[in-house]
C-alpha cells in the first residue's frame, strides 16, 4: 500500500488551518495493518507450496511404487544374468535411486561446484525378466550420493562391490564395501564382517576399494595403511607388491589362445575390420581395449611386441565407426555405422570364429539414446562406448546401457528375447 502524505497538513491552529494530526494516526494504522495482512498472506502462499512440494515428494517415493510394484526404480547402474536353462533365468539389477541436484559452495578465494543428493539410497533387485516380475528387492540407504558400485558373477556368486567415497567439501565418507549373495537363494552369504574374519590382514576396515572389471580384481587399501588385490574367483587375497608374480600363475605367457578383435584398416581410423588374433594367454587383455586396433594391421609390430598373429576375417566388411562391445573365441559383437555423418544409422552385428555374419539387429530395435546425432557430441561412439556393456551367460547375450536399461539377445539367432527400460 501507498499513502500521499502530501495531502495531509498539520499546522498551529492559531494561522487558521484545522490540525490533522488524528487523520494520520488513522492512516498510519491502517497501513500497518494492510501490510501485515500482506504478510500473512505470502507466508500462506510459501506453506502452501512446501506442502505441494512434499506431497509431490511423497507421491513419487512412495505412491507411485505402491501403485506399481513390479516396476524397476532408479537410475540403471548394473546387471548379471544367473542362467538356470535354456534361454531362462534371472536377473540381479542395480539402481541409484537417489533425488540429485547441482550445487555450488563459495568462499572468500575457493570456489566448487558438484552433484547432490536427497533420499540417497540403492536398490539391489532380482528379477524375472521373462514375466515381467520383481521377486525381491532390497534397498541400502546412503548419507549421501551412492559411490562407484559394480556387480560381477562367479562360480556359485553374485559379488556387489562399493568403491566407496572419501570425505571432502562435496562428500560425505561412504564405506567401501564387498557383498556377495548365493546365486540361487540370493541370499547374502558374505559382508565386511564376515570378510574381515576371513581376512584378518584387514580387519582395521576398508579406507578404499578400486574395481578392476576385466580381470576381475579388487584393489584394497585398509585404514591401517595396508594395500592388497583381491580375486574373487580364487577368494585369494595378495599382497599388493606380490600381485603380478600371483597373475603369472593364473594367465600364462606360454599357454596361447584365440579371439576375436577389431583393428584399423590402413589409411583410416574410421573403417574397422575383423580379426582372429592368436596370442599368448597374458596379452588377451590387450586386444580387448581400442588400443590395439592399430597394431592388428602391422604384423611385424604385433608379433615383436605381443608375441602374436592376426588373421582377417570377412574381407569384403567393414565396419564404420566399429566399437567392439563383446569379443572371445567364438563370438564378436560390434556396434557400427552404416554411413559417417548426418543420418547415420547404427547397428549391432555379430560375427563367429569361422568369418559367419550370423545376426545384425537394427538401431530402432536398440536403447534410444544409441543412435547417432550430429548436433550432440556425446553421441560419438567415443563417449558412447563408455555407457555400453555387453557380457555372455549360457546362449544369453546381456547388453546393457548407462540411464537406459537391459537387452537379452539370444546369442546364436540374434533374437530379443526381453527389453527392460529403467
Same mark, same amino acid.
Given at each position: 500500500?501507498?499513502?500521499?502524505?502530501?495531502?495531509?497538513?498539520?499546522?498551529?491552529?492559531?494561522?487558521?488551518?484545522?490540525?490533522?494530526?488524528?487523520?494520520?494516526?488513522?492512516?498510519?494504522?491502517?497501513? &500497518?495493518?494492510?501490510?501485515?495482512?500482506?504478510?500473512?498472506?505470502?507466508?500462506?502462499?510459501?506453506?502452501?507450496?512446501?506442502?505441494?512440494?512434499?506431497?509431490?515428494?511423497?507421491?513419487?517415493?512412495?505412491?507411485?511404487?505402491?501403485?506399481?510394484?513390479?516396476?524397476?526404480?532408479?537410475?540403471?547402474?548394473?546387471?548379471?544374468?544367473?542362467?538356470?536353462?535354456?534361454?531362462?533365468?534371472?536377473?540381479?539389477?542395480?539402481?541409484?535411486?537417489?533425488?540429485?541436484?547441482?550445487?555450488?559452495?563459495?568462499?572468500?578465494?575457493?570456489?566448487?561446484?558438484?552433484?547432490?543428493?536427497?533420499?540417497?539410497?540403492?536398490?539391489?533387485?532380482?528379477?524375472?525378466?521373462?514375466?515381467?516380475?520383481?521377486?525381491?528387492?532390497?534397498?541400502?540407504?546412503?548419507?549421501?550420493?551412492?559411490?562407484?558400485?559394480?556387480?560381477?558373477?562367479?562360480?556359485?556368486?553374485?559379488?556387489?562391490?562399493?568403491?566407496?567415497?572419501?570425505?571432502?567439501?562435496?562428500?560425505?565418507?561412504?564405506?567401501?564395501?564387498?557383498?556377495?549373495?548365493?546365486?540361487?537363494?540370493?541370499?547374502?552369504?558374505?559382508?565386511?564382517?564376515?570378510?574381515?574374519?576371513?581376512?584378518?590382514?584387514?580387519?582395521?576396515?576398508?579406507?578404499?576399494?578400486?574395481?578392476?572389471?576385466?580381470?576381475?580384481?579388487?584393489?584394497?587399501?585398509?585404514?591401517?595403511?595396508?594395500?592388497?588385490?583381491?580375486?574373487?574367483?580364487?577368494?585369494?587375497?595378495?599382497?599388493?607388491?606380490?600381485?603380478?608374480?600371483?597373475?603369472?600363475?593364473?594367465?600364462?605367457?606360454?599357454?596361447?589362445?584365440?579371439?576375436?578383435?577389431?583393428?584399423?584398416?590402413?589409411?583410416?581410423?574410421?573403417?574397422?575390420?575383423?580379426? &582372429?588374433?592368436?596370442?599368448?594367454?597374458?596379452?588377451?587383455?590387450?586386444?580387448?581395449?581400442?588400443?590395439?586396433?592399430?597394431?592388428?594391421?602391422?604384423?611385424?609390430?604385433?608379433?615383436?611386441?605381443?608375441?602374436?598373429?592376426?588373421?582377417?576375417?570377412?574381407?569384403?566388411?567393414?565396419?564404420?565407426?566399429?566399437?567392439?562391445?563383446?569379443?572371445?573365441?567364438?563370438?564378436?559383437?560390434?556396434?557400427?555405422?552404416?554411413?559417417?555423418?548426418?543420418?547415420?544409422?547404427?547397428?549391432?552385428?555379430?560375427?563367429?570364429?569361422?568369418?559367419?555374419?550370423?545376426?545384425?539387429?537394427?538401431?530402432?530395435?536398440?536403447?534410444?539414446?544409441?543412435?547417432?546425432?550430429?548436433?550432440?557430441?556425446?553421441?560419438?561412439?567415443?563417449?558412447?562406448?563408455?555407457?555400453?556393456?555387453?557380457?555372455?551367460?549360457?546362449?544369453?547375450?546381456?547388453?546393457?546401457?548407462?540411464?537406459?536399461?537391459?537387452?537379452?539377445?539370444?546369442?546364436?539367432?540374434?533374437?530379443?528375447?526381453?527389453?527392460?527400460?529403467?
Amino acid at each position: 500500500m501507498t499513502i500521499d502524505y502530501t495531502k495531509i497538513t498539520t499546522e498551529d491552529s492559531s494561522s487558521g488551518l484545522k490540525d490533522n494530526s488524528k487523520d494520520i494516526e488513522k492512516l498510519r494504522k491502517e497501513f &500497518l495493518a494492510k501490510r501485515k495482512k500482506s504478510k500473512g498472506g505470502c507466508s500462506k502462499f510459501f506453506l502452501i507450496l512446501i506442502t505441494l512440494i512434499i506431497a509431490g515428494f511423497t507421491i513419487l517415493f512412495y505412491g507411485i511404487p505402491a501403485l506399481t510394484p513390479d516396476a524397476i526404480r532408479g537410475d540403471f547402474i548394473d546387471a548379471v544374468y544367473i542362467p538356470y536353462g535354456v534361454n531362462e533365468g534371472k536377473l540381479m539389477i542395480l539402481t541409484d535411486g537417489s533425488f540429485k541436484f547441482r550445487f555450488t559452495k563459495s568462499s572468500p578465494g575457493s570456489y566448487s561446484t558438484g552433484t547432490k543428493g536427497i533420499f540417497c539410497k540403492t536398490w539391489t533387485y532380482i528379477y524375472d525378466p521373462v514375466e515381467k516380475r520383481i521377486i525381491s528387492q532390497e534397498k541400502t540407504p546412503y548419507d549421501d550420493i551412492s559411490p562407484n558400485m559394480k556387480l560381477f558373477l562367479t562360480e556359485n556368486k553374485i559379488w556387489k562391490i562399493s568403491e566407496g567415497s572419501e570425505s571432502s567439501s562435496l562428500r560425505e565418507y561412504i564405506e567401501p564395501e564387498i557383498i556377495a549373495y548365493e546365486t540361487e537363494s540370493g541370499e547374502i552369504i558374505i559382508d565386511n564382517k564376515e570378510f574381515y574374519e576371513h581376512h584378518p590382514q584387514t580387519k582395521s576396515g576398508f579406507q578404499k576399494i578400486t574395481i578392476n572389471e576385466k580381470f576381475p580384481k579388487l584393489d584394497i587399501k585398509t585404514k591401517d595403511g595396508r594395500e592388497f588385490v583381491y580375486y574373487p574367483e580364487d577368494d585369494a587375497l595378495i599382497n599388493k607388491d606380490d600381485a603380478v608374480k600371483y597373475e603369472q600363475t593364473l594367465i600364462s605367457a606360454k599357454k596361447r589362445i584365440k579371439l576375436l578383435a577389431l583393428g584399423t584398416e590402413k589409411g583410416s581410423e574410421q573403417r574397422k575390420i575383423l580379426f &582372429l588374433v592368436d596370442c599368448p594367454e597374458n596379452e588377451k587383455f590387450r586386444f580387448k581395449s581400442s588400443s590395439s586396433e592399430r597394431m592388428l594391421g602391422d604384423t611385424s609390430s604385433l608379433y615383436f611386441f605381443t608375441k602374436s598373429t592376426a588373421k582377417r576375417l570377412l574381407k569384403e566388411q567393414v565396419f564404420l565407426e566399429g566399437y567392439l562391445i563383446y569379443g572371445d573365441s567364438n563370438y564378436a559383437v560390434i556396434l557400427h555405422q552404416n554411413q559417417l555423418g548426418q543420418n547415420a544409422e547404427r547397428m549391432l552385428t555379430c560375427a563367429d570364429s569361422k568369418g559367419n555374419l550370423l545376426w545384425e539387429i537394427k538401431q530402432n530395435e536398440l536403447f534410444d539414446d544409441i543412435g547417432y546425432d550430429e548436433k550432440d557430441p556425446f553421441s560419438k561412439m567415443t563417449f558412447l562406448e563408455h555407457k555400453l556393456n555387453m557380457n555372455l551367460f549360457n546362449d544369453l547375450f546381456l547388453f546393457t546401457m548407462q540411464n537406459e536399461g537391459i537387452i537379452g539377445i539370444d546369442s546364436k539367432t540374434g533374437k530379443i528375447l526381453w527389453k527392460i527400460k529403467i
